[in-house]
């Protein structure tokens, strides 16, 4: 597939960095025995606080076209969300319908990122975003622009004793933060971001979340 349509450099320290703040937030998953449960605690405090709530479209892969990744995953907060509904870009949705739309992104392996512009006080957009088209996981992977996205208090570590070197989570992780090297897995903490995706999907339930030192 062609990447002429990638975001450029220019366009994204330009149009983005320094606009607003891009604040990756962990799942927080925990393994109970043979269930994944998704804690997604942070986000939901930022809907419940909501008025309103809107669910449209990913405009970043919609322009982009770089994946197959769900669209219908973009949720706007208050202002926001009345504005995009009023125009007719998104339609109303209420706290569970909110929920249900980060749980099939999460699925999905997207990882969801709050976006709260200079003027205002809290977040005004949860995205779910992906490396190949999102402008500030592009930023960060591509470009290596630090200030792209802001990272979450979180890391992933490994249990040695217990990875089987699966390359699940190679798969899974949006950063590049992980690769295999001779058959061994290889896990980069300086590029981790915190976002969980990798601890729901582990096999051998060898990764988990920890508060960033």
Same mark, same amino acid.
């Given at each position: ?10 366009? @994204? ?7 607003? *703040? ?14 994944? @449960?998704?804690?997604?605690s ?9 008025? *309103? ?20 995953v ?9 504005d995009? @509904? ?10 569970k ?17 709050t ?5 205002d ?29 802001? *990272? ?15 390359? *699940? ?31 729901s ?13």
């Amino acid at each position: 597939m062609s990447r002429r349509d990638d975001w450029t450099k220019e366009e @994204i320290e330009k149009e983005y960095v320094g606009k607003m *703040t891009a604040v990756t937030i962990p799942v927080n998953v925990h393994i109970d025995g043979q269930q994944r @449960i998704l804690d997604l605690s942070e986000m939901k405090r930022i809907i419940t606080e909501a008025k *309103t709530i809107s669910l449209g479209e990913c405009g970043c892969r919609k322009q982009m076209k770089q994946c197959d990744a769900p669209l219908n995953v973009c949720l706007g907060l208050d202002k926001n969300a009345e504005d995009v @509904i009023r125009k007719g870009l998104a339609r109303r949705v209420n706290f569970k319908q909110a929920l249900e739309a980060l749980e099939r992104s999460h699925a999905a392996g997207l990882v969801h990122i709050t976006y709260t512009f200079k003027k205002d006080e809290k977040p005004v957009w949860i995205c779910s975003c992906c490396s190949c088209c999102c402008h500030s996981l592009s930023g960060l992977v591509r470009f290596g622009i630090p200030n792209a996205v802001v *990272t979450s208090n979180h890391v992933a570590v490994n249990n040695p004793k217990t990875c089987t070197n699966c390359g *699940t989570c190679v798969t899974r992780c949006q950063f590049r933060a992980r690769y295999l090297e001779e058959g061994k897995l290889v896990h980069n903490e300086s590029r981790c971001f915190g976002c969980g995706l990798c601890v729901s999907t582990c096999p051998a339930e060898s990764i988990s979340l920890v508060k960033r030192n």
